[in-house]
């Protein structure tokens, strides 16, 4: 299946809709407007957060009304679990590593699900090293030195 990179919306690559897109979501409509929730009923967005926190209205990956026109979302993360997840309060990042390790610096205001500091996968698309698809990274601070993984280098590169 061919898939299009999803946008990194808001500018900000640290708060994206990657792991929506990646997890797959269902449109719901409500009361309150539309509401996507993703297939693990581990998360959901409005409408109007979506476009306010990413700057896009509605996710690539997702599956809208139940017609046999209706081409259903899929799970691209299914083994993801609660310590790979984290919130900023708003909306639900991936992350690399939820730690509790002293010489772990985590991104602020990113908690894990299950409880733990975090550090999110950043995402800008199109990419800036990367031009003609997406930039994928995270630096992760350990011991004084700062990590940086990325799919535009084939080795981890210290800081």
């Not at 808001?10 to 979501?25: A, F, R």
């Not at 609660?82 to 991936?94: H, K, L, P, Q």
């Amino acid at each position: 299946m061919t898939r299009s990179s999803p946008s990194s919306g808001s500018g900000n690559s640290q708060v994206n809709p990657l792991y929506y897109e990646l997890i797959g979501t269902t449109a719901n409509a409500s009361g309150a407007g539309v509401n996507f929730t993703t297939l693990d009923d581990a998360s959901t967005v409005n409408a109007s957060t979506m476009q306010s926190v990413f700057g896009v209205s509605a996710f690539m990956n997702c599956t809208k009304g139940n017609g046999d026109d209706s081409i259903p979302a899929q799970t691209f993360l299914a083994g993801l679990k609660s310590g790979e997840i984290a919130s900023n309060g708003v909306v639900d990042v991936i992350v690399t590593a939820a730690a509790s390790d002293p010489g772990y610096l985590p991104m602020p205001g990113f908690t894990s699900l299950n409880g733990y500091p975090a550090n999110p996968w950043c995402y800008t698309c199109p990419g800036t090293n990367n031009l003609t698809s997406y930039d994928l990274w995270i630096q992760l601070s350990v011991g004084g030195k700062t990590y940086l993984i990325c799919n535009w280098a084939k080795n981890v590169q210290v800081q």
